[in-house]
C-alpha cells in the first residue's frame, strides 16, 4: 500500500512537471518565414526579433494609414507592401534621418505626384513589392534628370550599359535613361529578373540594383566559404549597398506609419497624371508645351529624355502629356501646319556642322531655353536675354514673376538682339515659310519625290529631308510637300543698326556644306577680306564649318544668288 502511493505520487509529479515543460514551450509565438529576421553576423550584432505584438503594430497602423488616404495612391502602395517588416539598427538610424528632416520628405512628395501613379501601374503588373514604387527616392529623389558622378541617370539611375541592356536608346538627341515612361519599364524588368536570379530574396535583389548582380553572388560564395549566413544583412558590402536597402525599408516604414511618425502624406490621388501621345514626327518642346497650355518646365519635367529643345528627328515620338491637357494638345497640334513643327535647323551628332563648334557639345545650352540660377529673378532674366518681363512671362505661362532655381524657361527669341557685330546666337530661327526661299508644293497623280525634285532641280535626298520622308515612300495626290529653292539661309531676327550707310544692311547667312569664303564672297558680292573683318575668329577658331552662322553686309549695289 506504502509502495503503491509512492508510485502514484511519482508519477503524478511526473506528469506535472511534463505539464510545466508543456506550457513552457507554447508561450513562445512562432514566426512566420516572411517574418523571420536575419541572423546576426561579426559586422551587425544590433538586430533584433520583433514581439509579436510589434509585428502586428506595424501591420495595423499600415492599415490605417491605407483607409485614412481612399483613392490615393498611398492606399494603393501600401496595399501592395510585401518586403518582411525587419526591426535593425541601420534602419532605425534611416527613419532618425528622415524624421529630423521632414521638409525633405515633403519636397519628395510633391516631386514624385506626376510618376508614382504610372510607377505603381508596372509594379502591379509585373507583381512587384508596393515598397519598390519608392525607390527613386534612394536613387534619385525623385529628380528625373538626375545624374551621378558613376554616370547613372533619370529617377532610376541607370548607368549606360544596363540601360542599354535594356533597351534604352541613349544617343546625341534622347536619353532613354532619363524617359520617364521607358526607364520605369526598364527598372521594374530589370528588378523582377533580379528577384528571379536570388530565388525571391528582394533584399539580395535591391543590393544587386544598387552594386551589382555579380558583385552580390562573390559576397555570397565568400560568407559560403566561411560557413557564415548568406542574407543581406551578413554580407560584406559596400558602405553605400549596407545602407541603400535600409534607407528604402526606412522610408517604406514612415510612409506606413505616417500618422504616428507625424508625417503629413500628401493628397495623390489614384489616377493617372499623364497619357503617352505619339506626335510622329520631330517637335520642337517648347511649342509641344504651348500646345498643351503647359508651363516649360512643368512640361519637361515629364519629357526630359530630349537632350535638344526638339524631339528626336528619328524618334522616339512619344510625349507625355498631362492627361487634363490631352485633348487640346490633339486638336492644337492637328490644326499646326506640318512645316512649323520645327523652327530651328538642328544637325546630328558625327555630321560637320558640330565637329568644330567654339563650345563643347556637352556644354551647349539648349536653343532658347534657359536654366534658373540660385538668387535670379525674372527681372534680372528678362535682361540678361534682351527680352522683357512682360514676354517672359506670357512665353512661359506665367500668372506671377515667381521663379525658382533650377526651373527652365524658355527665351522668346524674337525679342533677341544684340548690337554687337561678333555676338551671334546659337543657332537662330531661319526665314519664314513665306519667304521667297521656301515654297509649298501639292502633289499631283503620278508624282514620285524623284520627279518632284527634278522640276525644281534640286537632289531627291533634300527633298525627302525637309520633309521628314524615306527615299522610297510613296506620295499621295493633295499631299503638301515642302520645297526651298533658294540657296542662302537669312535670319528672320532683326537686323542690327548700321553706321556705314543707310542703304546697307546686315544678314546672317548659315554656311552649307561645300561652301568657302570665297564661294560667298561670290553669292554676296563681297570680298573675302571684308568677310574675315566682319567675322573675327571666335575662340580662335578659323573653321568655315556647315552650320556655322556669319554676318554679311550689303549694300545696294550688292548682287545675291
Given amino acids: 500500500m506504502h509502495v503503491n502511493f509512492n508510485r502514484s ?88 534621418w528622415y524624421l529630423q528632416h521632414p521638409a525633405s520628405l515633403a519636397v519628395i512628395q510633391q516631386r514624385a505626384q506626376p510618376y508614382l501613379h504610372h510607377i505603381l501601374e508596372e509594379i502591379e503588373t509585373k507583381d512587384l513589392p508596393g515598397e519598390i514604387a519608392l525607390l527613386p527616392i534612394v536613387e534619385s529623389a525623385f ?21 542599354n541592356d535594356f533597351g534604352l536608346q541613349q544617343n546625341y538627341w534622347y536619353d532613354g535613361r532619363r524617359d ?50 548568406t542574407d543581406y544583412w551578413s554580407l560584406s558590402l559596400p558602405e553605400e549597398t549596407m545602407n541603400y536597402v535600409p534607407r528604402l525599408l526606412a522610408v517604406a516604414r514612415i510612409f506606413a506609419n505616417a500618422e504616428e511618425y507625424n508625417i503629413r502624406l500628401q493628397h495623390i490621388p489614384n489616377k493617372p497624371y499623364f497619357e503617352v501621345v505619339d506626335v510622329h514626327s520631330q517637335l520642337d518642346l517648347p511649342k509641344a508645351a504651348e500646345l498643351a497650355d503647359t508651363p516649360l ?25 498631362p492627361v487634363d491637357k490631352v485633348q487640346a494638345f490633339k486638336q492644337n497640334l492637328a490644326q499646326l501646319p506640318y512645316d512649323e513643327r520645327v523652327k530651328q535647323k538642328y544637325y546630328p551628332r558625327g555630321s560637320n556642322v558640330l565637329a568644330k563648334r567654339e563650345e563643347p557639345e556637352s556644354k551647349r545650352p539648349l536653343t532658347t531655353l534657359y536654366k534658373v540660377k540660385a538668387g535670379e529673378g525674372l527681372t534680372a532674366i528678362a535682361s540678361k536675354n534682351h527680352t522683357t518681363l512682360e514676354a517672359l512671362r506670357k512665353a512661359n505661362h506665367l500668372t506671377t ?6 526651373m527652365v524657361l524658355q527665351i522668346p527669341t524674337s525679342n533677341i538682339a544684340s548690337n554687337k557685330a561678333t555676338d551671334i546666337p546659337f543657332l537662330p530661327k531661319t526665314a ?25 532641280s534640286i537632289p531627291v535626298k533634300d527633298v525627302a529631308e525637309w520633309n521628314k520622308l524615306k527615299m522610297k515612300t510613296a506620295l499621295v495626290a493633295g499631299q503638301k510637300l515642302t520645297i526651298k529653292t533658294s540657296g542662302q539661309q537669312i535670319s528672320a531676327a532683326p537686323a542690327p543698326t548700321l553706321s556705314a550707310s543707310n542703304s546697307a544692311r546686315s544678314i ?44 554679311v553686309i550689303l549694300s545696294a549695289g550688292n548682287r545675291t544668288t
Avoid at 518646365?297 to 502629356?321: C, D, M, V
Fill in 297 to 321: 518646365y512643368e512640361f519637361l519635367k515629364l519629357n526630359p529624355g530630349f537632350n535638344h529643345a526638339t524631339t528626336a528627328p528619328q524618334g522616339p515620338h512619344q510625349l507625355l502629356i
Fill in 401 to 406: 514673376s515667381s521663379v525658382r532655381a533650377g
Fill in 143 to 163: 529628380l528625373p534628370d538626375a545624374y551621378s558622378k558613376s554616370d547613372a541617370s533619370g529617377l532610376w539611375q541607370f548607368i549606360p550599359s544596363t540601360g
Fill in 180 to 229: 520617364v515612361y521607358a526607364s520605369t519599364k526598364a527598372a521594374t524588368d530589370y528588378l523582377k529578373q533580379l528577384s528571379e536570379t536570388f530565388d525571391g530574396d528582394w533584399l539580395l535583389a535591391l543590393a544587386s540594383y544598387n552594386y551589382g548582380k555579380g558583385n552580390v553572388r562573390k559576397a555570397i560564395e565568400r560568407n559560403e566559404d566561411l560557413n557564415l549566413p
Fill in 9 to 96: 505520487a511519482n508519477f503524478l509529479l511526473l506528469l506535472i512537471s511534463l505539464m510545466l515543460v508543456g506550457c513552457s514551450d507554447t508561450s513562445r509565438a512562432p514566426l512566420s518565414v516572411n517574418d523571420r529576421p536575419p541572423e546576426s553576423n561579426h559586422q551587425d550584432n544590433s538586430y533584433v526579433r520583433h514581439p509579436s505584438n510589434k509585428l502586428s503594430f506595424f501591420k495595423k497602423n499600415k492599415s490605417k494609414a491605407a483607409s485614412s488616404h481612399k483613392n490615393t495612391v498611398w492606399e494603393r502602395m501600401l496595399a501592395l507592401y510585401s518586403l518582411p517588416e525587419i526591426d535593425n539598427e541601420r534602419i532605425d538610424r534611416e527613419i532618425d
Fill in 508 to 551: 546672317n547667312y548659315i554656311v552649307r556644306q561645300g561652301d568657302s569664303l570665297a564661294q560667298i564672297s561670290r553669292k554676296f558680292n563681297v570680298s573675302v577680306t571684308d568677310l574675315r573683318k566682319w567675322n573675327p575668329p571666335a575662340g580662335g577658331s578659323k573653321a568655315l564649318t556647315p552650320g556655322k552662322i556669319i554676318k
Fill in 432 to 456: 519664314t515659310e513665306k519667304s521667297a526661299a521656301t515654297q509649298v508644293y501639292s502633289v499631283k497623280k503620278g508624282d514620285t519625290l524623284f520627279n518632284v525634285a527634278q522640276r525644281y
